[in-house]
């Protein structure tokens, strides 16, 4: 099992910045890659973001290309979202989940493993 715990959400206004955490604890041995993604009401869960466990490979939706960054701590076993220049489309429960797959990770369905998610808000 991996235990994912994230922080770092609250309220914004727009254009502002907010740094995520993913804290992941557990039997990570088989962890492959970690992927953000968020859920506005009313909507389906989509793919932000997504960094494989050694950091070679990164991955980002096209809504948030060249504003969010992801990157991972590999000492500490925390994977971080940076998000900038938010817009209020951006609102969103946030997440990030863990994968044993080796690719395909754009794909919900390829995550084994579930953080229980925070809020991001984003006023205008």
């Known amino acids: 099992q991996v235990q994912l715990v994230e922080a770092g959400g609250g309220l914004v206004q727009a254009g502002g910045s907010l740094r995520l955490s993913c804290a992941a604890s557990?039997?990570?041995?088989?962890?492959?890659?970690v992927g953000w993604f968020r859920q506005a009401p009313g909507k389906e869960r989509e793919f932000v973001a997504a960094?494989?466990?050694?950091?070679?490979?990164?991955y980002y939706s096209d809504p948030v290309q060249g504003r969010f960054t992801v990157s991972k701590d590999n000492h500490k076993r925390t994977i971080y979202l940076q998000m900038n220049s938010l817009r209020p489309e951006d609102r969103a429960v946030y997440y990030c989940?863990?994968?044993?797959?080796?690719?395909?990770?754009?794909?919900?369905?390829?995550?084994?493993?579930w953080g229980e998610g925070t809020q991001v808000t984003v006023s205008s």
């Open positions: 989940a863990a994968s044993t797959r080796t690719s395909g990770w754009r794909i919900i369905s390829f995550y084994d493993y």
């Open positions: 557990g039997r990570t041995f088989n962890t492959r890659a």
């Open positions: 960094i494989s466990w050694t950091g070679n490979s990164i």
